[in-house]
């Protein structure tokens, strides 16, 4: 059964960076595309950043362009989440997530995706 396991999050003052780290057990991520979603207080689960880690591709939220920057390492069990120039907007409990690999409309369309971690914290104050 494959298991992500996220972690990384914490609190900053604006401006600062923090990066998300997600591992998963089970499987490697090779044919997967993966996510970072986050959800604040009140507001529905959103894109962050997605990526094909078959093919590469990245699709960035508009929230996430230029600041924010996903990737895998070279073995891909983990996965990241670079966050940079941090606002108090992005305070939020940060979850990653994975599908198989296959064509989608949107490749972060939340509801394509069935694996899960349990989500980590991320307060920026002002």
């Known amino acids: 059964q494959v298991q992500l396991v996220g972690s990384g999050g914490g609190s900053v003052q604006a401006g600062g960076s923090l990066r998300l780290s997600c591992t998963v057990s089970g499987s490697t991520l090779d044919y997967h595309v993966v996510g ?17 880690v078959l093919r590469g591709n990245i699709f960035d939220e508009v ?8 990737s895998t390492d070279h073995t ?3 996965m990241f989440l670079q966050m940079t120039d ?16 296959a064509t989608a409309p ?21």
């Not at 929230?63 to 996903?70: D, E, P, V, Y």
């Not at 108090?88 to 198989?100: H, Q």
């Not at 949107?106 to 002002?126: E, H, K, N, P």
């Open 76 to 78: 891909k069990h983990t």
């Open 63 to 70: 929230s996430a362009m230029g600041r924010f920057f996903i």
């Open 36 to 52: 970072w979603f986050r959800q604040a207080p009140g507001k529905k689960r959103e894109g962050v950043s997605c990526m094909s």
């Open 106 to 126: 949107r490749m972060c369309a939340i509801d394509l995706f069935d694996i899960w971690g349990q989500g980590t914290q991320v307060t920026v104050s002002s």
């Open 86 to 101: 941090l606002k108090p907007e992005d305070t939020a409990v940060y979850y990653c997530a994975a599908r198989i690999e």
